[in-house]
């Protein structure tokens, strides 16, 4: 399906009730399609959800919920109950109930003046609690959401219970008709069965509720999908069982039309029913249908685990009073206090106090890191020894870990390019299988054994219940699931299931230098200066100022290296950064250039030979030097070092051996450049390229018919990010870069890098697994069926265990151990 998203396009995800296959994903997805404004629909199965991407000046969300409703579906709403306070007449609370529904996303609205309460339902997704708390706030009024269990969840375990106890009333009602059964094999003859479990009548009266009120989800599923004109598992399931139910309840009201030839055989005791095959095929499905409820729960561990780790309370200091108010109240700006053992509600800074923060949670370093006045901490992180006070700065879905639950729940709404054969498979199905149905019936008929209807229409049975849509419909969604979950579990974020398949064909990783490969902390080491007559100190103060606004590490590197030195610093005038060449500034009424050897021939800048030798040899040792210039002459130059990641030799090694070319590109000269590699063990450089220049190098690389992932934590590197197969960003890097990004390395560690590669091989060999599994299980087994070689009861246990089978595969993925 063609994306045709908009920068101005929303995105809400709806969750959907009813589904039984990918049939009726398929329909719904393309009905969602089929609305104006709509720029993209998926519909997942194994998540039960639909992710849409559309214009809010052309659509709104319901809409999407009355489509879903006439393809014969059901959506779930989010619910949210708060107390209002402020309200004094009717009048206030029509006017929160009017705001309240005029919010996009909001279904309905009630607002009760007695009780002083606010009903809110709203589309998942679509809004949050605090928004509908601002809102009625904006309308001069208080909002304090109550407490409630999440609705989804609580729907999902009611589904799952409902499943549960349908199954157990079928099993009981089918037992003695499967006790029956059991009478008609000659090797089970020795089986006392009670006459009563013979009588027609009595059979009758144990499978009519087992057809028509446990099983009528059958029917309703195969009516909506034929009035919508689809088809999808149910019509196989109602076809066959009805056919069976039909037949048998023929033979018991006409005995004498099937009984010539048979004298002295009692009534009672026909062989020919078949109440057993419908009760049992709707029993095995139910049992199935069930497992598969409580397996695709598991599959979303990810997310229930990362929500987990966020904190529920925060204590806010309001009106010089300490208050302990749920997450979902706290505000930008607001003061809160975190004690020892407890964990940081949300993203801040710390305005006073110090401590040591347990951030492994991020990062997948077990030092906590220590943090002080200024310093930055990220909600859900813990607390160790002292007490911190800190300023929010995000909030509610801001934060780091909403952001991250985000990226992993679209990455689990989306499809996977290989998912296209399940779902065209998938529309054609049914239909083909009815086809078989029928020819199988008619073959055996009027061929094969003439006459003989009744093992005729077994056969059929056979077919149409062995037969299995939902297989194929999960192969895909459970496995990209199960695997970007567990991806999520190592710090390794994938954006969508196009990235998780496209990774694995990766050939080439190219590796920015700084903060990649190195930490991205280097310090000042060296400093000379040269014969412009300029005090070191003189030269450093300059320096600083002019590096002071600058971003890139190393000119932080040597801010921080002046400042330590005692040395007083200015802000710049007239400041202008040069991507790739170095920065321009004016200090004290002096000119300041600082950069690399093209900046100074750029602007005719004279170097004596012996800056020249100098500068050589700290570059042959790894170091970057920077040269200096004040008001159109050399002035002197200064040195940085940037250790690699102890991870990052380990790192290329894994690479390497996985058949995966490694190159570093900076922005840095050949020797430094070399020097780095070499301690990297990279034996392929390309220095000196302008942040411009990266991309284009990804393109050459890719015209040379590889596959390229480009990895890098700057705001330079972007472009190249966007350019590449792959692009990789570093969490400890940039905003800017893990947006251009399709995959997020959390931890900053390389060796993120191949256990992404390898967490991608695993996954796409796991939906191959499941695929090859549904396609085979349906190629193999319906010509099975079809030849008489398989029983209607055992066609239905092998059709409900075939769905189950697949999610547990797809489920092995989160005990991957990379």
């Not at 039984?20 to 393309?30: D, F, G, H, L, V």
């Not at 992710?51 to 709104?60: F, H, L």
């Not at 209002?84 to 309240?100: D, N, P, Q």
């Amino acid at each position: 399906m063609e994306n045709r998203a908009t920068d101005g396009d929303k995105q809400t995800t709806l969750h959907i009730t009813g589904m039984s296959c990918a049939a009726c994903a398929s329909r719904i997805e393309k009905g969602l399609n089929r609305i104006d404004g709509v720029a993209q629909a998926n519909v997942n199965l194994a998540l039960e959800q639909a992710s849409i991407s559309y214009d809010p000046k052309q659509v709104e969300i319901p809409e999407f919920r009355d489509k879903i409703a006439s393809l014969g579906f059901g959506t779930v709403s989010e619910e949210a109950n708060l107390n209002v306070t402020g309200m004094t007449c009717a009048a206030c609370a029509t006017r929160i109930e009017k705001g309240l529904n005029r919010m996009p996303g909001v279904t309905g609205a009630t607002v009760n003046l007695a009780m002083e309460t606010a009903h809110v339902e709203y589309a998942a997704g679509s809004i949050a609690v605090g928004d509908l708390v601002s809102k009625i706030e904006q309308l001069g009024y208080g909002a304090i959401p109550q407490s409630a269990e999440d609705n989804i969840a609580d729907v999902r375990s009611k589904d799952i219970h409902r499943k549960k106890w349908k199954w157990i009333v079928s099993a009981v009602l089918s037992f003695p008709l499967l006790w029956a059964m059991v009478a008609h094999f000659s090797f089970t003859s020795w089986i006392y069965v009670p006459e009563l479990f013979l009588n027609p009548w009595f059979q009758l009266v144990l499978t009519t509720p087992i057809q028509f009120v446990i099983g009528w989800q059958f029917y309703m599923g195969a009516y909506k999908a034929l009035r919508n004109g689809s088809s999808n598992m149910d019509v196989l399931v109602a076809l066959g069982t009805s056919a069976a139910y039909f037949y048998s309840l023929y033979l018991t009201l006409r005995p004498s039309d099937v009984m010539e030839g048979m004298a002295g055989m009692p009534v009672m005791t026909m062989p020919e029913l078949y109440y057993e095959t419908s009760a049992v095929l709707i029993t095995l499905i139910l049992v199935g249908k069930w497992f598969e409820a409580v397996a695709k729960g598991r599959s979303s561990e990810a997310i229930k685990s990362l929500m987990s780790l966020q904190a529920t309370t925060a204590r806010v200091v309001r009106d010089g009073q300490e208050l302990d108010i749920p997450i979902e109240q706290v505000r930008v700006k607001d003061i809160f206090i975190v004690r020892p053992g407890e964990k940081i509600p949300v993203d801040g800074v710390v305005v006073d106090g110090r401590s040591a923060v347990d951030e492994s949670m991020l990062s997948g370093e077990s030092l906590p890191v220590e943090k002080e006045a200024g310093s930055a901490v990220t909600g859900a992180t813990l607390n160790k020894n002292g007490v911190l006070r800190i300023q929010a700065e995000r909030v509610g879905g801001d934060t780091a870990l909403s952001r991250i639950i985000k990226v992993v729940e679209d990455a689990q709404n989306s499809k996977a390019p290989i998912q296209r054969i399940a779902d065209q498979i998938s529309g054609i199905f049914v239909p083909i299988v009815v086809a078989i149905a029928v020819l199988a019936f008619i073959v055996w008929f009027f061929l094969v054994t003439p006459t003989d209807f009744a093992g005729s229409l077994e056969k059929m049975i056979a077919v149409l219940v062995i037969a299995c849509p939902c297989a194929l419909g999960l192969a895909t969604p459970t496995s990209i699931m199960a695997g970007s979950g567990r991806a999520a579990e190592y710090g390794i974020l994938f954006k969508g299931g196009e990235h998780l398949e496209m990774t694995r064909s990766v050939n080439a990783v190219v590796l920015d230098k700084t903060g990649t490969v190195t930490n991205g902390k280097p310090e000042l080491t060296d400093v000379m200066v040269g014969a412009s007559g300029l005090a070191e100190n003189d030269l450093l103060r300059l320096l600083g100022a002019a590096e002071k606004s600058s971003e890139h590490p190393l000119a932080e590197a040597i801010v921080k290296g002046i400042a330590d030195r005692g040395i007083e610093l200015v802000g710049p005038t007239d400041f202008e950064n040069i991507p790739g060449y170095g920065v321009k500034a004016h200090v004290e009424g002096k000119q300041v250039l600082a950069g690399t050897r093209r900046l100074m021939s750029r602007e005719g800048i004279a170097i004596d030979d012996s800056a020249k030798q100098y500068m050589n040899e700290l570059e042959n040792a790894g170091k970057t030097a920077m040269l200096v210039a004040v008001d159109g002459s050399y002035a002197g130059l200064v040195a940085v070092a940037d250790t690699i990641k102890e991870t990052s030799r380990e790192a290329v090694a894994r690479l390497r051996a996985m058949n995966i070319e490694v190159i570093m590109i900076t922005g840095d000269n050949e020797r430094t450049a070399r020097a780095v590699a070499a301690e990297a063990g990279i034996e392929r450089v390309l220095a000196e390229v302008l942040p411009e220049g990266k991309a284009e190098e990804v393109k050459r690389l890719q015209e040379q018919g590889m596959i390229v992932a480009m990895v890098g934590d700057g705001i330079n590197d972007a472009p190249a990010l966007a350019t590449a197969n792959i692009g990789m960003a570093m969490g400890t890097g940039t905003d800017v870069a893990m947006e251009a990004a399709d995959i997020t390395l959390m931890r900053g560690n390389l060796n993120s890098i191949p256990d992404a590669i390898e967490m991608s091989r695993r996954t796409m060999t796991n939906i191959r697994q499941n695929l090859f599994w549904a396609l085979g299980y349906n190629v193999i087994g319906i010509p099975i069926a079809a030849l008489g070689f398989l029983a209607p009861w055992l066609a239905g246990a092998a059709m409900a265990f075939s769905s189950v089978s697949v999610v547990l595969n797809a489920l092995r993925l989160q005990r991957v151990k990379l």
